[in-house]
């Protein structure tokens, strides 16, 4: 893909992301929803590793993070979205996030 292409993408993603303020980001992506299976292969993986900090790029409202603070309680978790309500949401479920960035 070129330059171009890349371009057009990230317009189109970024009118799609901002024409979804209102979503109930907590509902949709929080740790209440119902459980995803791509969150346990998250939690196994690192399992393997020995780690102190993980930055999910695309958090969303960061139920990935939040499911990865769960099992490793001394792990430095942050995430990055370019979605403010989406980050704002995650600041909310969680406070002690080292990094919750736009």
């Known amino acids: 893909m ?8 990230t317009k189109y993603h ?3 992301w901002k024409n979804r303020k209102n979503i109930d980001w ?3 992506y ?8 791509h969150r346990n292969v ?3 993986t690192l399992r ?3 780690f102190r900090s993980v930055l ?17 309680p001394r ?4 995430g990055i979205d370019w979605n403010e309500e989406a980050i704002e949401e995650a600041k909310r479920m969680l406070p002690r996030a080292t990094v919750l960035q736009v």
């Open 30 to 37: 929080g740790p209440q929803e119902p459980e995803h299976p």
């Open 14 to 16: 970024r009118k799609y």
């Open 75 to 78: 792990a430095d978790v942050g």
């Open 2 to 9: 070129g330059i171009k292409g890349i371009l057009k993408s």
């Open 42 to 44: 998250i939690v196994d």
């Open 56 to 72: 999910e790029v695309g958090c969303a409202a960061g139920a990935n993070i939040y499911r990865i603070k769960e099992a490793f």
């Open 26 to 28: 907590k509902a949709a």
């Open 48 to 50: 393997r590793f020995d």
